[in-house]
Every structure is written in C-alpha cells, then in structure tokens.
C-alpha cells in the first residue's frame, strides 16, 4: 500500500525519503549560483581591487546593469553607483 506524500500524490513506499533526499541539498560549489529573490554580487577577495566576477540576474533586474556591463569592474568604486536614491542616503545619515 502506498503512502501519502507532499502535492497529494500516492507513492510507493521508500518514494517519499527518496524525495525528500533530493530536496535536501547539499552544499556543493555552485549552488549559490542559481537564481534567487535577492540580488547579489561576487567579488574576488584575493585581487586587491575586488573585481566583479558574478552577479546574479535579479542584480541586473534591480540594477538595471547588465552582467557584461559590471563584470571585472572594481566593486568599492561602483557600488554606490548601483539604484543609490539621494534621498534614501540622506535619509540614513
């Protein structure tokens, strides 16, 4: 007999925890890589400039930069250049 999963399917017994294994992810290199709701960008810590080496799509959602656009650029130099609003700024400090 089967069991009762997630999405109300009916599964055979031992297709549940197989599911759920494969919803468990792992961390593996690249895994942050995949789109997610925030924008981000990755930078190389190791170059004394800190180039731009990734950013996300929801970054050039937000930003309005595309990826070819900000990539090996300096991160410290260009940061406030990207949807700063005065006003915001003003408003914090």
């Known amino acids: 007999m089967g069991e009762l999963c997630t999405g109300g399917k009916r599964l055979r017994s031992g297709q549940c925890t ?25 930078t190389d810590a190791l170059d004394p400039d800190h180039p731009i080496i990734y950013v996300n799509t929801i970054f050039e959602l937000f930003t309005g930069y595309r990826a070819d656009e900000v990539l090996g650029r300096n991160w410290y130099e260009n940061s406030t250049k990207f949807h700063v609003n005065p006003c915001s700024v003003a408003f914090v400090f």
């Not at 197989?18 to 990755?42: D, M, Q, R």
């Open 18 to 42: 197989e599911e759920k294994e494969e919803k468990n992810f792992s961390l593996k290199p690249g895994i942050f890589f995949y789109p997610t709701p925030s924008a981000f960008v990755v």
